[in-house]
């Protein structure tokens, strides 16, 4: 199995093209005190974002196209979610209508 997987990388591999180019290959937002941190996020193309809840109340990350939607996070409940077009995603907390916060993908 290890040519195939040694293939596997060296290849097309998503997470090792981004990071040579410089960017990040993976993103993270911390939702805390009623809030997305950060409210706006950078990434590339074929980055997944990872949110976590870290408040006590309940919270979601929700498109406002519905392009995503994590659903009901409880404390310390994790949801991600890799973008493959580029665009700005602008999205918030269903629960909580003042939680807004947008995720740009760049080509
Ligand atoms: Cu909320």
Do not use: R
């Amino acid at each position: 199995m290890l040519p195939a997987l040694a293939g596997c990388i060296g290849d097309d591999d998503v997470s090792t093209t981004k990071i040579d180019d410089g960017g990040i290959s993976a993103g993270a937002v911390d939702i805390s005190g009623f809030a997305f941190d950060p409210d706006g996020l950078t990434i590339s193309v074929g980055v997944a974002v990872t949110w976590t809840n870290s408040d006590s109340a309940t919270h979601t990350a929700t498109a406002d196209d519905g392009e995503f939607d994590s659903g009901d996070m409880g404390n310390g409940d994790t949801f991600a979610y890799t973008f493959n077009t580029a665009g700005t995603y602008a999205y918030h907390c269903g629960i909580h209508s003042s939680m807004t916060a947008a995720i740009t993908v760049e080509a």
